[in-house]
Nanobody
């Protein structure tokens, strides 16, 4: 079965950093589009980034550009999200998701095309 497990969340002060990990199993990692999302209580889910199977990538939130970066570690089947200069508005549950294999069209800001989802990891940023 397919599993996506996020980790690395926690509570930090504004200006701090966190590195989130999403360990993927049950699929061939490089054959799938993979993405990061976040959702705060009472707010809609926000797509942050999608790394498509084709190799193309997209950032969906201007607020994280220059502060967040993503990376795939294929040997470890892990998707990372490095977060720097964190702000209170970054407080949310962070989720990774995947869809595929070997097809285009799964990436979107809404995440509607994602097939597999992790349970999320909580990030709390205080002032």
């Amino acid at each position: 079965q397919v599993q996506l497990v996020e980790s690395g969340g926690g509570s930090v002060q504004a200006g701090g950093s966190l590195k989130l990990s999403c360990i993927v199993s049950g699929i061939t990692f490089d054959d799938y589009s993979v993405a990061w999302f976040r959702q705060a209580p009472g707010k809609e889910r926000e797509g942050l980034f999608c790394s498509a199977w084709s190799g193309a990538s997209a950032y969906y939130q201007e607020s994280v550009k220059g502060r967040f970066t993503i990376a795939r570690d294929t040997p470890k089947s892990t998707l990372y999200l490095e977060m720097n200069m964190l702000k209170p508005e970054d407080t949310a549950m962070y989720y990774c998701a995947a869809a595929g294999p070997r097809q285009a069209g799964f990436c979107s800001e809404s995440g509607a095309g994602m097939k597999y989802w992790g349970k999320g990891t909580r990030v709390t940023i205080s002032s």
